[in-house]
């Protein structure tokens, strides 16, 4: 190089260039359908013929929906309406017929509960003309938002703690607004839970809570069986306070669903942990009988279970013994859904690594306390993809309470069809029953995944 010096030059920007929007073909709506339904030439068929074959089943079936037969009073109505609308065809009218809805909704609803059942000296008949359906079925319908409110302090996080005496004391008032009756015959069941925890705090704290287990349960069966038909008569004549009585061949509809649902559910959880640790027990005779109880359960069909209690077991019952048929029938829903329920528990607890069974030993838990404080909740929050599947699987079920008599939705399904004025009627009926169990399936499908994500303690 010469002696000059060279002369360097800056090519680092000084000032920045004011941002700009991205191009309107890769945001938005055009930028999702851009990369996901056209990215490709296969893609794009496939998105087309998607696209019309969807335009053709909706084009078919909208028509069908939307049709203005809501104030039809029969079938005949119904195909007046849509003839006059110019729908007719090859096959008939075509619409659907809303009328049928409209007109036996609150039977779907309600079954045959009669409405403005409030004390015993009222009659008990039908709703005055123009009476709105809160205070005719005022029962059931504060039974099931009462329900919700019970439910709050297990389903949601930081619910007020004065909820949970209301939790606990709803499983007793339930029965008794549905049925009705003396109010002294659910405080004499929630009596037996009391003198049971007493008898057992008691015994265990004196001696060993084995032997306080099972005073306490001998204690709790003598008073149910024994003393408190004495007792609820007694008050009952002393102090009469209730409501009316409503026999269980009046329930139906969605509400027997429902109250079958939430009663097993609610009672399978618990037995089938107890179940789940029964059959990984160490005690034989304890292993042998949840074994034995799950795998025979398992092993029947529910509908079996149904005809037994239904028909036979009022053969093995003492002569004159009145054993009401909705309680047979939770009972047997609810064991069917516990056996089930141990094995999806048990797969939770198999899943667990046995370095936490090491580690509750290593803070000098006994067993009791180590499943409460690390075994099992670990185990439940692993397990609630297939408790809730359970769930969704018991309230389905509860339509088979049909076969043996009880009219659950499509058992009034049936009843309603066989009216002359709805004779004929199919899809109209079922879709609305599909609709409804469709929105309690899905929203216990939808709270599992909500729970999964609340309880969710890996960063991943």
């Not at 068929?45 to 909208?62: G, K």
């Not at 028909?311 to 093995?316: C, D, E, G, K, P």
């Not at 528990?345 to 409460?372: F, M, N, T, V």
């Amino acid at each position: 190089m010469s002696g000059t010096h060279a002369h360097t030059v800056a090519y680092v920007r000084e000032s920045m260039l004011p941002e700009q929007a991205p191009p309107a073909t890769e945001v938005g709506i055009i930028g999702w359908g851009k990369a996901n339904l056209f990215s490709g030439w296969f893609n794009s068929i496939v998105t087309i013929l998607s696209l019309a074959a969807i335009y053709l089943i909706l084009a078919a079936i909208l028509p069908w929906i939307f049709s203005p037969t809501w104030n039809a009073t029969s079938l005949n109505e119904c195909r007046e309406i849509l003839a006059g609308l110019g729908r007719e065809g090859e096959h008939g009218v075509s619409g659907a017929c809303w009328g049928v809805i409209r007109d036996r909704w609150l039977q779907l609803m309600f079954g045959f509960y009669p409405p403005y059942p409030i004390t015993p000296d009222v009659n008990i008949g039908e709703a005055p003309v123009g009476s709105g359906v809160w205070p005719a079925y005022f029962r059931p319908i504060l039974t099931f938002v009462l329900l919700i409110v019970a439910l709050a302090p297990v389903l949601f996080e930081h619910p007020p703690r004065k909820l949970l005496y209301f939790t606990a004391i709803y499983p007793f008032l339930m029965p008794w607004l549905l049925w009705g009756g003396t109010i002294w015959s659910p405080l004499s069941v929630l009596a037996g839970f009391v003198i049971a925890f007493l008898v057992f705090r008691f015994v265990s704290t004196s001696y060993s809570s084995l032997l306080g287990i099972i005073l306490a349960v001998v204690a709790a069966l003598v008073w149910w069986m024994v003393l408190s038909g004495y007792v609820v008569d007694a008050l009952d004549s002393i102090l009469p306070v209730g409501i009316a009585s409503v026999d269980s061949r009046s329930f139906g509809g969605f509400m027997l669903s429902i109250t079958i649902g939430v009663v097993a559910i609610g009672c399978s959880l618990p037995i089938g942990i107890v179940l789940a640790l029964g059959r990984q027990s160490d005690l034989l005779i304890v292993k042998a009988l949840c074994v034995g109880f799950i795998e025979f359960i398992r092993g029947v069909p529910l509908i079996t279970l149904l005809f037994v209690a239904s028909v036979l077991l009022n053969i093995f019952l003492p002569p004159g013994t009145n054993f009401d048929i909705i309680l047979r029938v939770i009972i047997m829903v609810t064991l069917f859904a516990s056996a089930y329920m141990a094995e999806v528990i048990r797969g939770g607890l198999a899943a667990l690594p046995k370095g936490q069974y090491e580690a509750a030993d290593a803070l000098g838990l006994d067993y009791w306390k180590s499943q409460q404080l690390v075994i099992m909740p670990q185990a439940l929050k692993i397990s609630i993809p297939g408790i809730v599947s359970t769930f969704i699987g018991v309230f389905k079920d509860t339509t088979l309470v049909s076969i043996i008599g009880l009219l659950d939705p499509l058992g009034l399904s049936n009843a309603i069809r066989a009216d002359a004025a709805w004779n004929g009627i199919v899809w109209e009926i079922y879709g609305f029953i599909a609709l409804l169990f469709f929105v309690f399936c899905f929203s216990m499908s939808r709270y599992s995944m909500y729970l999964e994500r609340r309880l969710q303690t890996d960063h991943r």
